[in-house]
């Protein structure tokens, strides 16, 4: 009996450890990253986030789509965020805005606020959790909005477009390059499937595992008196925007607990 229980036990142990996404979450959720691979940024923190770069669009070597929508959003800001919810039809069905200050606040806890339940444009009350359910688990189409083209070298004219609005086109291809430098255009990743796009950026400059090696170094006496306060300074960098936002959604869509360096 002894043994069964200990052959048992191991199983037993990783099933309460296994992550169990959320419901409608889409099977991958691709992050692409404005600016080149930041060798701090671990995305191995991140297993069910599947992350890619974008140049920095005043390097002028970015997509044509992509400048010409950074130039209408805020997609290439380092402390905001845009999620796409793309259907299997490569029609964008869901489109909204995240701000650092969102979640600045909740720290420690993700759960006490929500990419799910935020409405999509304040006071809209349509919400991601119900586009998720419609176009991810009930695999519907979205509504096309024949009036939202776009041409490769083109401006587009049509309306919502000055506010960066693309919610019912059909998503424009570009490539993405992986952290190997590898380029892949986006409709192959998102191979007909439903999925949802994070748009953000980082820092090149930020050693987003300063906290760690601060609280190395102060344990192992590396660190003078003098240099206290700067170690203390430079650790609040591992916290550094957008590494909350992928601890938030790794939370709240696959479940999963990303590691802290707090």
């Given at each position: 009996?002894?043994?069964?229980?200990?052959?048992?036990?191991?199983?037993?142990?990783?099933?309460q450890?296994?992550?169990k996404?959320?419901k409608?979450a889409?099977?991958?959720?691709?992050?692409?990253?404005f600016?080149?691979?930041?060798?701090?940024?671990?995305?191995?923190?991140?297993?069910?986030?599947?992350?890619?770069?974008?140049?920095?669009?005043?390097?002028?070597?970015a997509?044509?789509?992509?400048?010409?929508?950074?130039?209408?959003?805020?997609?290439?800001?380092?402390?905001?965020?845009?999620?796409?919810?793309?259907?299997?039809?490569?029609?964008?069905?869901?489109?909204?805005?995240?701000?650092?200050?969102?979640i600045?606040?909740?720290?420690g806890?993700?759960?006490?606020?929500?990419?799910?339940?935020?409405p999509?444009?304040?006071?809209?009350k349509?919400?991601?959790?119900?586009?998720l359910?419609?176009?991810?688990?009930k695999?519907?189409?979205?509504?096309?909005d024949?009036?939202?083209m776009y041409?490769p070298?083109?401006?587009?004219?049509?309306?919502?477009?000055k506010?960066?609005d693309?919610?019912?086109?059909?998503?424009?291809?570009?490539?993405?390059?992986?952290?190997?430098?590898?380029?892949?255009?986006?409709?192959?990743?998102?191979?007909?499937?439903?999925?949802?796009?994070?748009?953000?950026?980082?820092?090149?400059?930020?050693?987003?595992?300063?906290n760690?090696?601060?609280?190395?170094?102060?344990?192992?006496?590396?660190?003078?008196?003098?240099?206290?306060?700067?170690?203390?300074?430079?650790a609040?960098?591992?916290?550094?925007?957008?590494?909350?936002?992928m601890?938030?959604?790794?939370?709240?869509?696959?479940?999963?607990?990303?590691?802290?360096?707090?």
């Amino acid at each position: 009996m002894l043994l069964v229980c200990l052959f048992f036990l191991p199983m037993t142990v990783q099933s309460q450890r296994a992550a169990k996404k959320y419901k409608h979450a889409p099977d991958e959720t691709f992050v692409l990253l404005f600016g080149e691979p930041n060798a701090t940024f671990d995305v191995a923190q991140f297993p069910h986030l599947k992350f890619y770069y974008l140049p920095d669009i005043s390097s002028g070597t970015a997509p044509d789509f992509i400048t010409r929508w950074a130039d209408k959003s805020d997609i290439a800001e380092k402390e905001h965020i845009q999620a796409l919810l793309i259907d299997s039809k490569g029609v964008v069905a869901y489109q909204n805005f995240y701000h650092k200050a969102i979640i600045e606040g909740f720290r420690g806890d993700e759960f006490q606020t929500s990419l799910l339940t935020k409405p999509r444009i304040v006071p809209d009350k349509q919400k991601l959790e119900e586009f998720l359910k419609t176009h991810v688990t009930k695999a519907k189409d979205a509504k096309v909005d024949k009036k939202k083209m776009y041409t490769p070298g083109t401006e587009p004219t049509f309306k919502s477009w000055k506010k960066g609005d693309i919610m019912g086109m059909e998503l424009p291809d570009f490539n993405v390059k992986s952290a190997n430098g590898e380029e892949v255009s986006i409709k192959k990743l998102l191979a007909g499937k439903p999925s949802l796009i994070i748009f953000t950026a980082i820092d090149k400059n930020t050693n987003y595992g300063a906290n760690k090696e601060a609280a190395e170094n102060l344990k192992d006496n590396k660190v003078t008196a003098k240099g206290i306060f700067s170690a203390v300074v430079s650790a609040s960098s591992s916290d550094a925007f957008p590494i909350p936002w992928m601890w938030h959604i790794e939370n709240v869509l696959y479940n999963y607990y990303p590691p802290r360096n707090k």
